[in-house]
């Protein structure tokens, strides 16, 4: 494909303006990211879901701010030119405003994010003030908050009762009153995805899990491939199963390893005859 142009704010604006759906995935590492630009995907994130997909974790909560900035400098070196979205972790932005903008001020400058994203509704619109108004690109995260997964009862959907979802919605005008210019809805129900999107004035609405009629879509890249084995989220769409593809070359290859049909002369490399005559008589 040709070279790709630069994906900024202004560029997911004109795809809303034209609407045309933002693709959007979560990533981790550089071949990824390499991966994931080569195949025109607009946005990534660098979610503190790795903490689950790479690290190992129950949760999200131990995800550090060095453990983000880490994994987030190796996927702007593998993707230059998707809008990259770096993810606050626990504890990097609630304690206070002043915290908020020195660790989304790190992304910014130790990563080379274009935005960065964080969990909460109106609780948290003066954390997206200060942070835009140090000058970095804000996006607010509501639904099911996995920082806040306790809180909420789990790992469930949020809004299907008329007063929470009417939160939702009032939560959405707040974060975008306070200048994000983007808001995530993750597990929440379609038609209130939809109404946040049709009062949506300046703001970009993506959805995970959270229906069709937002602006852009989001998966978690292990979700889609089959690389996370602990569970399979109803919102995820197997696009390929890779790791069942994985665990065959593994399978096969410790079976290999095990009965000598794996090296073969062609996986080695070896030294001419007179070569090893001569290293012979040098260590007589």
């Given at each position: 494909?040709?070279?790709?142009?630069?994906?900024?704010?202004?560029?997911?604006?004109?795809?809303?303006?034209?609407?045309?759906?933002?693709?959007?995935?979560?990533?981790?590492?550089?071949?990824?990211?390499?991966?994931?630009?080569?195949?025109?995907?607009?946005?990534?994130?660098?979610?503190?879901?790795?903490?689950?997909?790479?690290?190992?974790?129950?949760?999200?909560?131990?995800?550090?701010?060095?453990?983000?900035?880490?994994?987030?400098?190796?996927?702007?070196?593998?993707?230059?030119?998707?809008?990259?979205?770096?993810?606050?972790?626990?504890?990097?932005?609630?304690?206070?405003?002043?915290?908020?903008?020195?660790n989304a001020g790190r992304f910014m400058a130790e990563a080379f994010c274009d935005s960065i994203k964080l969990e909460g509704g109106a609780e948290m619109?003066?954390?997206?003030?200060?942070?835009?108004?140090?000058?970095?690109?804000?996006?607010?995260?509501?639904?099911?908050?996995?920082?806040?997964?306790?809180?909420?009862?789990?790992?469930?959907?949020?809004?299907?009762?008329?007063?929470?979802?009417?939160?939702?919605?009032?939560?959405?005008?707040?974060?975008?009153?306070?200048?994000?210019?983007?808001?995530?809805?993750?597990?929440?129900?379609?038609?209130?995805?939809?109404?946040?999107?049709?009062?949506?004035?300046?703001?970009?609405?993506?959805?995970?899990?959270?229906?069709?009629?937002?602006?852009?879509?989001?998966?978690?890249?292990?979700?889609?491939?089959?690389?996370?084995?602990?569970?399979?989220?109803?919102?995820?769409?197997?696009?390929?199963?890779?790791?069942?593809?994985?665990?065959?070359?593994?399978?096969?290859?410790?079976?290999?390893?095990?009965?000598?049909?794996?090296?073969?002369?062609?996986?080695?490399?070896?030294?001419?005859?007179?070569?090893?005559?001569?290293?012979?008589?040098?260590?007589?």
């Amino acid at each position: 494909m040709s070279e790709r142009k630069k994906v900024t704010i202004r560029t997911l604006f004109d795809k809303v303006v034209k609407q045309k759906p933002i693709s959007w995935l979560t990533c981790y590492d550089y071949p990824t990211a390499y991966f994931q630009e080569k195949a025109g995907i607009d946005m990534i994130l660098v979610g503190d879901s790795l903490g689950m997909t790479m690290l190992g974790y129950d949760s999200t909560l131990p995800v550090t701010m060095n453990d983000m900035i880490r994994h987030t400098q190796a996927v702007r070196r593998g993707a230059p030119m998707v809008f990259l979205v770096g993810d606050m972790p626990y504890m990097s932005y609630q304690p206070s405003v002043e915290t908020a903008i020195r660790n989304a001020g790190r992304f910014m400058a130790e990563a080379f994010c274009d935005s960065i994203k964080l969990e909460g509704g109106a609780e948290m619109a003066d954390r997206i003030e200060g942070i835009v108004s140090a000058g970095i690109p804000a996006m607010g995260h509501l639904g099911l908050t996995p920082q806040s997964a306790a809180a909420l009862g789990g790992f469930r959907v949020q809004g299907r009762g008329a007063a929470q979802a009417k939160k939702i919605i009032d939560d959405a005008k707040a974060l975008e009153n306070a200048g994000a210019f983007a808001i995530l809805l993750e597990m929440v129900p379609d038609r209130v995805t939809k109404i946040i999107t049709e009062r949506a004035e300046d703001c970009i609405i993506l959805s995970l899990g959270s229906g069709p009629d937002a602006h852009g879509q989001l998966l978690i890249y292990h979700d889609m491939f089959g690389l996370y084995p602990k569970f399979k989220p109803r919102m995820a769409k197997v696009f390929g199963n890779a790791g069942e593809v994985i665990l065959n070359g593994l399978t096969q290859y410790a079976k290999e390893v095990s009965d000598k049909t794996f090296p073969a002369p062609e996986n080695w490399f070896t030294i001419k005859d007179e070569e090893y005559e001569e290293l012979l008589d040098l260590l007589k």
